[in-house]
């Protein structure tokens, strides 16, 4: 799993050097962090297979029911991949989808996201919006050359640790 995910960053990072070099704020997009790897699977089957294969890998493994699908969040203890990348975002299709398998997107970090608008703005030649998934997940999809950027102000370890303490205080609710 680790050489296709290397060779999918390499191959989305050649996309991405074309999107960079003909921006007009080049220091806006070079200053972007790549953080994550999202890797989208057809089936439970296929995601349990990845799963087992990334786990060996990893020091931390987050899972999440959202949107009616599995999602796991893998920490690599080891090993980097291509663009210093340790963090792999596992996704199950969503049911009835029919979305392709394989890289989905990789989340670029940076303080700046936050005004991000007015750079992208600029750039009437892009494709974007601000999305949201529930209550702790936040960023800007970017759409290039067949392709996903997310740019997020935080990485999705925090995300996961929203999540489970929103799971601690309902607990801590329900013994009150």
């Known amino acids: 799993m680790i050489n296709e995910l290397n060779e999918a960053i390499a191959a989305y ?14 220091q806006f997009f070079e200053a972007l962090e790549p ?3 999202a890797w989208k699977v057809a089936d439970l089957a296929d995601f ?3 799963c087992s294969s990334l786990r060996d890998v990893s ?3 987050h899972l999440g029911w ?5 999602l796991a969040t893998f920490h690599l203890k080891n ?14 299709r969503r049911p009835g989808s029919t979305d392709p398998v ?7 970090y940076s303080s700046q996201v936050a005004g991000a608008e007015s750079v992208l703005a600029q750039e009437s030649d892009l494709k974007w919006t601000h999305e ?15 392709t996903e950027a997310k740019l997020r102000s935080n990485t999705t370890l925090d995300v996961c640790a929203r999540e489970l303490e929103a799971a601690q205080d309902k607990i801590l609710k329900e013994l009150e």
């Open 59 to 61: 020091d931390r493994v």
């Open 66 to 70: 959202v949107n009616e699908r599995w």
């Open 35 to 37: 953080t994550a790897v």
């Open 13 to 26: 990072q050649t996309k991405w050097q074309t999107l960079v070099v003909s921006r007009n704020d080049k």
């Open 79 to 92: 090993v980097k991949l291509e663009q210093s990348i340790s963090i792999v975002k596992l996704m199950q």
């Open 48 to 50: 349990d297979t990845c």
């Open 132 to 146: 949201t998934n529930g209550d702790f997940c936040a960023w800007i999809s970017l759409w290039f050359s067949g």
């Open 102 to 108: 394989g890289l989905d997107h990789i989340d670029f």
